[in-house]
């Protein structure tokens, strides 16, 4: 166990691994979010009674989601890492296989892939919260506005963390991304139906 969290630190000191990491982390996370957020709104406004039913359908879409991400992400850097093995093969005239490089390649794979799951899975979680509250101390209504508000600040955090990393105005790249769960929100209330 301490080799595995010993080659997990190697891995995240990749700059190349922790970066195709966040990319798919914070890509899928986003997705997950405005998804919540949307199906949230979509349940409240349709006149879903049952905090639970909304709780299944955010589980469900969760397992879907994190599934997608974590297999998607499987097959593509796969594919990517097999490619960047070959040419290195080609110049070097010889095979890989077995090799510290070919190692690192898959466990690489594995990393990204992993954080490509946890994405939308947090993403799509934490906004559900208020709704096992409901009937104890929120109504429909309450768990609802609160739950768009936990997706809106995830969805704010996500852009401020890129924003710092691109040395922006953190809190401007923040707002930017928070602003489009509001918007996400907003659509959802103005559809018909």
């Known amino acids: 166990m301490s080799s595995r969290l010993a080659n997990l630190r190697e891995l995240l000191k990749d700059e190349d691994v922790r970066s195709i990491s966040r990319r798919y982390f ?3 996370g986003f997705d997950g979010t405005l998804t919540t957020i ?3 709104v ?3 406004l349709g006149g879903s009674q049952s905090s639970m039913e909304i709780v299944r359908v955010v589980a469900g879409g969760t397992v879907g989601l994190a599934a997608s991400g974590v297999w998607s992400v499987w097959e593509i850097e796969r594919a990517e ?3 960047e093995l070959k040419a290195v093969e080609e110049k070097m005239l010889t095979g890989l296989e077995g090799t510290a490089l070919h190692d690192r390649k898959g466990d690489a794979r594995k990393v ?3 954080m490509s799951g ?3 899975t947090i993403g799509m979680l934490l906004p559900i919260i208020p709704y096992f509250f409901v009937g ?3 109504s429909m209504m309450w768990a609802t506005v609160i ?3 936990i997706g809106v600040s995830l969805l704010f955090v996500f852009g401020a963390y890129m924003g710092n990393l691109s040395e922006q105005n953190w809190v401007i790249a923040g707002l930017r991304t928070g602003v489009v769960g509001l918007v996400v929100g907003g659509i959802n209330i103005i559809l018909p139906g």
Do not use: D, T
Request: glycine fraction near 16%; aromatic fraction near 4%.
């Open 118 to 120: 946890l994405g939308p």
């Open 42 to 44: 979509g349940s409240f």
């Open 26 to 28: 914070i890509s899928n």
């Open 136 to 138: 104890v101390a929120l």
């Open 81 to 83: 890492k097999l490619a």
């Open 112 to 114: 990204n892939a992993m």
């Open 147 to 149: 739950g768009v508000l």
């Open 38 to 40: 949307g199906i949230i």
